[in-house]
Nanobody, 115 residues
Framework: QAQLVESGGGSVQSGGSLILSCVAS????????MGWYRQTPGKQLDLVAS???????KYADSVKDRFTISRNRARDTVYLQMNSLKPEDTAVYYC?????????WGQGTQVTVSS
């Protein structure tokens, strides 16, 4: 069974750091395309950072130089190191993977940044 499980969310003050983890299991384990999106109430899901199918990395302009996406050697876990957090980074963060034309999403983890 394909599954993505996120962890690491929480509450932090502005300027603080958090690291999110996403573990892939089942047939999506080791897939190239894997990354992070976020959503605030009433708004659409927005890309935060992702590994692309060809192995590159893309970041949202709003998080460049503050967030770093990485993965382990087995490529079954993706991390999002978030530094210099701002109140506008407050959102539910979702892990997403694409395999064989299908999208897979985690359950989401809340990140709250207070000023």
């Amino acid at each position: 069974q394909a599954q993505l499980v996120e962890s690491g969310g929480g509450s932090v003050q502005s300027g603080g750091s958090l690291i999110l983890s996403c573990v892939a299991s089942g047939r999506i384990r080791g897939v190239n395309t894997m990354g992070w999106y976020r959503q605030t109430p009433g708004k659409q899901l927005d890309l935060v950072a992702s590994f692309t199918r060809d192995g590159n990395i893309k970041y949202a302009d709003s998080v460049k130089d503050r967030f770093t996406i990485s993965r382990n050697r087995a490529r079954d876990t993706v991390y999002l190191q978030m530094n210099s957090l701002k109140p506008e980074d407050t959102a539910v963060y979702y892990c997403r993977s694409i395999f064989d034309g299908a999208e897979f999403w985690g359950q989401g983890t809340q990140v709250t940044v207070s000023s």
